[in-house]
């Protein structure tokens, strides 16, 4: 099944022909009249957005209505007639085009199942991962977009917080965005002095767990009630660096990158308590 076109007057639609894509897209009725007069093939190749793939004008049902609506009384049928008269291809062409039917299909399911549970797969590689760099996973929770994740090093007690949030949930976000998760990662150790610590950092920065810093800069927060206090940072990861199309993880990678964020954020705040 075919989305819908765009709206008649929206340049939204891009053409390929033998000579190749067409740089700037047409509105419905400019595409239309391109056909009709001559100036583009039956056999052009369009996309627009919904689309799972490019697909030849002549094999768009809605297209061919609208241009068959076009034709005037009495004019000699258009060769788009004849192309898609079922009874002029063969049984294997007809097999054929059914096969890349199901398979344009299935590109489209599997995209849109991929943008739908890749941020499940995805929060379960940091937990892994997370777990590889020895730590434990002490608390879980999510607001259907937002996840919080807690873990702890029962040896040293040191803590990591998480915020997690992938930023693209269907296949036509993604295919402007990629599938990028806002990832805040906070590193924290607990002191017998916390209160008089945070008294004295919070005058020079302001906490900022939630209220995301500009991408690479590191803040200070607290936790009060556990006497830990937290170096933190905002990124930007690609899932697609580690989880594939079809869910294949790169565990190796996730748990360098997340070792070499600790690393930076026990550094800084060391240098911030000391």
């Not at 199942?113 to 996973?137: C, K, M, P, Q, W």
């Not at 294949?248 to 930076?264: G, M, R, S, W």
Request: hydrophobic content about 40%.
């Amino acid at each position: 099944m075919f989305p819908p076109l765009p709206p008649p007057n929206a340049a939204a639609i891009f053409v390929g022909t033998a000579q190749g894509q067409r740089p700037d897209p047409l509105s419905l009725d400019a595409l239309l009249q391109q056909v009709a007069s001559g100036q583009l093939p039956h056999e052009a190749m369009i996309w627009y957005e919904g689309l799972p793939s490019w697909v030849r004008l002549v094999d768009h049902p809605e297209l061919r209505a609208l241009l068959a609506m076009s034709q005037p009384r009495g004019a000699t049928p258009a060769p788009l007639a004849l192309a898609t008269d079922a009874t002029r291809l063969s049984d294997d062409a007809m097999d054929r085009g059914f096969v890349q039917l199901i398979n344009a299909s299935w590109d489209y399911y599997q995209a849109n199942r991929f943008a739908e549970h890749v941020d499940e797969v995805f929060i379960g590689a940091v937990i892994t991962s997370t777990l590889d760099n020895g730590y434990s996973l002490i608390d879980l929770n999510s607001d259907g977009s937002n996840h919080f994740l807690r873990f702890q090093q029962m040896q040293e007690s040191s803590r990591l917080i998480y915020q997690l949030r992938h930023l693209a949930h269907s296949p036509a976000e993604a295919k402007v965005l990629g599938h990028i998760a806002s990832v805040t990662i906070g590193y924290g150790e607990r002191s017998t002095n916390a209160g008089r610590l945070w008294n004295a950092l919070k005058a020079e920065f302001k906490s900022g767990y939630i209220q995301s810093a500009e991408p690479g800069t590191i803040t200070i927060d607290a936790d009060m009630e556990s006497g830990y206090i937290y170096g933190q940072v905002d990124l930007y990861w690609n899932i697609s660096d580690y989880v594939d199309a079809q869910y294949q993880t790169d565990y190796p990678k996730l748990t360098e990158h997340i070792a070499v964020t600790i690393n930076a954020l026990r550094k800084y705040l060391h240098g911030r308590m000391t």
